[in-house]
Every structure is written in C-alpha cells, then in structure tokens.
C-alpha cells in the first residue's frame, strides 16, 4: 500500500506577516514567500503550512477573516497565491492553508447582516449571556445596540458561527473546494474543537480544553470533519487536514482522526512536556497507543519558542535543549512540525514595548498577559540593516527585531558548521534518508538515569536531559549529535542518532 506523503512529513510554518516582506511595508507577503521558497527546500522540508492571508482587519493577525474567498492586499492578490502555489510544487514542496471554521471577522458580509438585525442564526446570539469567558480574557459576550448578546470564545471582533445552522456547513465545504481547486494540498483547521458549543449554553465552572467541557469537543463536530473527508478524497494527490485540537487526554485527541474523519490532529501534549525523559516517554506511548499517524511539534506561532521554554529551570541550556528535543522528535514515528525561526534557534522576544504589541490578549488582558508577540518577531536573513534582511533597505518590521537576531540570522549561519541552521539541515537530510528504510514502529531501549533510549530498525535515539553524561548504547557508528560527544559519553542537554547492525 502506498504510504501518503504527510504521514512522515516534515512541514514548516510559516506566519506569513513575518517570513519575508518582498512589498516594502514592512509586514510579510506571499510574494517574499515565494522568494524564499529556494532556502526551504534547502532546508529540506516537505511542506510549508501558511497562516491565514485573507482579507481581514487584523484585529488577530489574521485569524479574524473577513472573506474566505480572497487575498488581503497586506499580502498580495489573488494571482500571486496561485504563483506561490506553482513555485512551491516546483520545489517539490506541498502548501497547506490555514481555515478558520470556529469564527469570522466582525467584518464579515454575514455579521454586518446581523448586526442589521438579518440572519442572525449563522452567529451565536443570545438574550442573555452565559458565564462564559475569552480564552484572551474577559467575558465571551458582547451586547448589541438592540439588546442581545453575540458569542466570540476570542476577541470581540472574532464572533462564532452557529454551526447548528446547515448554511454553515455549506459554506464551508464550499471554501474549502474554492482552495482545492486552486491546488493546495491541505488545510491546519483552526480551534477545530471549538465549533459546536453543548445546546443551551450552560454556565461553566470550568473552561480548560476538557472532553466534557461545553464549550469546547461537542461530538457533532465529527460529522463536519467526516464531510469535509469526503470531499477531500475527491481530490487527486491525497489532499489532507490537521487539526488544531487541544484536549485533556490523547483519547480523545485519537477521536478527531478515526479512518474516516481528519488525517491528523497537532500532539500539544508533545510541546507542553518540560524536560524530563519520564513526560517524553509518557507523551511517546500514549500518542503511538492511541493515534494512527502521530504528530509533534515543539513551537508554533500562539507558544513561547521552545528553545526559551527550556531555559525557565536552567538558564543557558535552552539552545542546547533544543536541539537535542528536534533529534528527538525527528527520529519518532509521524510527521513532525517545524515553526519558522526555530531552525535559527530564535528565542522568544520577552522585552517588546507596550507600543510595540498587538496581540488581543495583551489587550483584553489589560497587559497582564504579554501575549503571542514574543514569537512572532520577523525573522532576521540579514545581520545588517532596518530589518535585518526582511524588509527592503530603509523599511522597519511591524515588530522591532532585538539586536541579538543580527547573530542568528540566516547569513550569520549560513555555511558555518555548527551552526544552528546547518545542524537543522543536516538532521533532516539523515531523515529523508532514513525514510522508507526504517519501521514505523518505535523500540524502547534501556535507559541511564536521566536519559531516554530508543529504536527504530538500525536507528537508536538517545537524549540525556539528566545532569550527568551517561554512556551510549551499542552500536556502530554516529550519524548526528547534538552535541560533542566524548569516550562514549553523551553529556547533559543532548541526543544522538546512532546506527546499529
């Protein structure tokens, strides 16, 4: 049988206000996309996942769409997408795009109508609020002139659909056929737990991603996304759709992609485990036991940059950490999902002014949450200049880049071994060699203290995130490290790829 090509694929993020600005404004575009697209099949990905470029206010970095059909002019046309699309499957590159099925701008042709007091049922209106709160603080409800309330689990200006409302449904699969048709290769469905909330909107005591929660994991938003399956199997090239799913249990997460409903769902539990081999292990099992095709990833465009996450015990660590947890990651069963930065070990920017940010969770939370900017500062390809290479000469990024990106930009790195980026390109061309050569299925070796062991055919892993060097396991020679190793010793903060027999 013939193994999809998303299966072991290696897909790379891109948030695309701040991969590459090709127009001079100084906010990414889809045309510095497609001018970058050399450096990502360099890079050895498989896949390039796009965040949202459709026409939208901004009020949430795109995610709050104002039409689903069309290219904000921040981004580019419409023409360029399909440029884009070409190129990339040239570089022998697929392209994912995100959907927003949870919520839409409250620019929406379709709120403005009920803002007008027509077809009020697409929305989520009510006479009286729940108790229900934001996931970016503050109640989940805003009054109307009229009276009513409208439901938005986000920012006021993200109102949610009822997709208790068959027009709804249409009109997504619609969408969906309207991207297709132009040539994507998938979709990322954002909040795709969200959509249905439990009829008569009960009051919550608590609203953490739980199976039994009514706000979040209904179980009729499976018959959506075994729709959308059906439509996707119309397609040629096995298009496919991952899910942004956050829930309390890897079962539950194994629900969303039952043979005939989404082909994968984003492994958080993967990201949030802190550094210890024991959590490893215990994410490793319970994701291989329960979901078919294993996804993980260690950042993403809404989380602190793992290389910062792993310096919160020990200070200075982080960068070593992180490379160590990608060889990880890399060598375990699945695909594996890489945010755009992380190849440079870029870290979260912490110090952003107030003026500077624009995340609707600094906002609403009145600036006791620092929001997602911190991870969401352009990239630097330059050491010199405004923009450290992303914008045109003279032009500023729409969030100021620290000087410390001058040193890990993509010139800074390029060629020099050692370097972050040349390690991220060596650990993925070993792995496309490794491709179709060694099982799907994972071996757990005897493990030090401190230290995780494990098999795949010929491939052994191991990570020591102890504090003491441990020794390797038997084998005949080193393919990748993380780190130095030393008469057999792997030290503290690192991995290995070994080959054996």
Same mark, same amino acid.
């Given at each position: 049988m013939e193994i999809p090509w998303w299966r072991d694929a290696v897909v790379y993020e891109i948030y695309v206000r701040s991969f590459a600005d090709a127009s001079g404004d100084g906010v990414g575009d889809l045309v510095g996309v497609r001018e970058r697209l050399p450096y990502l099949r360099r890079l050895g990905v498989d896949a390039v996942w796009l965040t949202p470029f459709y026409p939208s206010p901004m009020a949430d970095g795109g995610y709050d769409v104002a039409d689903y059909r069309g290219v904000d002019p921040l981004f580019g046309t419409l023409a360029d997408f399909e440029t884009l699309i070409h190129d990339a499957h040239q570089h022998g590159l697929k392209v994912l795009v995100d959907i927003?099925?949870?919520?839409?701008?409250?620019?929406?042709?379709?709120?403005?109508?009920?803002?007008?007091?027509?077809?009020?049922?697409r929305y989520m209106f009510a006479d009286q609020p729940n108790n229900w709160q934001s996931t970016f603080s503050g109640p989940a409800w805003t009054q109307v002139?009229?009276?009513?309330?409208?439901?938005?689990?986000?920012?006021?200006?993200?109102?949610?659909?009822? +997709?208790?409302? %068959? @027009? $709804? /449904?249409?009109?997504?699969?619609?969408?969906?056929k309207f991207w297709l048709d132009r040539g994507v290769d998938g979709f990322r469905i954002d909040v795709a737990m969200g959509l249905y909330k439990a009829e008569g909107l009960p009051d919550v005591k608590d609203q953490s991603f739980k199976a039994a929660s009514?706000? +979040?994991?209904? %179980? @009729? $938003? /499976?018959?959506?996304?075994?729709?959308?399956?059906?439509?996707?199997?119309?397609?040629?090239?096995?298009?496919?759709?991952?899910?942004?799913?956050?829930?309390d249990s890897s079962a539950d997460l194994a629900l969303y992609v039952r043979p005939d409903e989404l082909h994968q769902s984003f492994n958080f539990a993967w990201l949030q485990a802190p550094w210890s081999p024991t959590a490893f292990k215990k994410v490793i099992d319970e994701t291989l036991a329960t979901v078919p095709f294993a996804t993980w990833v260690l950042s993403n465009h809404d989380v602190v940059r793992h290389r910062t996450r792993y310096e919160v015990s020990d200070p200075g660590t982080g960068l070593m950490r992180a490379k160590a947890a990608l060889l990880a990651m890399l060598a375990l069963p699945g695909s594996a999902y890489l945010y755009q930065g992380e190849e440079l070990g870029l870290p979260e920017v912490t110090d952003l002014p107030p003026e500077a940010r624009q995340d609707p969770v600094f906002f609403q939370s009145e600036g006791k949450l620092p929001g997602r900017d911190g991870c969401r500062v352009p990239l630097p390809w330059s050491s010199e200049?405004?923009?450290?290479?992303?914008?045109?000469?003279?032009?500023?990024?729409?969030?100021?880049?620290?000087?410390?990106?001058?040193?890990?930009?993509?010139?800074?790195?390029?060629?020099?071994?050692?370097?972050?980026?040349e390690f991220y390109r060596q650990a993925?061309?070993?792995?496309?060699?490794?491709a179709g050569v060694i099982p799907y299925t994972l071996e757990w070796l005897d493990s030090p203290?401190?230290?995780?062991?494990?098999?795949?055919?010929?491939?052994?892993?191991?990570?020591?995130?102890?504090?003491?060097?441990?020794?390797?396991?038997?084998?005949?020679?080193?393919?990748?490290?993380?780190?130095?190793?030393?008469?057999?010793?792997?030290?503290?903060?690192?991995?290995?790829?070994?080959?054996?027999?």
């Open positions: 927003v099925p949870n919520h839409s701008s409250s620019a929406h042709p379709w709120f403005q109508e009920a803002l007008r007091g027509e077809r009020r049922d002139p009229d009276g009513q309330w409208y439901l938005h689990l986000f920012a006021p200006e993200q109102p949610d659909f009822n +997709w208790r409302n %068959p @027009e $709804v /449904h249409q009109e997504f699969l619609d969408i969906l009514p706000v +979040w994991g209904q %179980p @009729e $938003v /499976h018959e959506v996304y075994r729709n959308w399956r059906k439509l996707l199997d119309t397609y040629p090239g096995r298009r496919m759709a991952v899910g942004e799913v956050w829930t200049g405004d923009s450290l290479g992303f914008s045109p000469d003279g032009v500023r990024p729409w969030l100021p880049q620290p000087e410390e990106f001058a040193a890990l930009s993509v010139a800074s790195q390029d060629g020099h071994p050692g370097s972050t980026l993925l061309a070993c792995r496309r060699e490794l203290e401190g230290a995780l062991f494990f098999a795949r055919g010929s491939l052994i892993c191991a990570i020591n995130c102890g504090t003491e060097a441990v020794r390797l396991p038997a084998h005949d020679n080193v393919l990748l490290a993380s780190g130095p190793l030393t008469d057999g010793l792997l030290p503290p903060d690192s991995a290995v790829w070994l080959h054996a027999g």
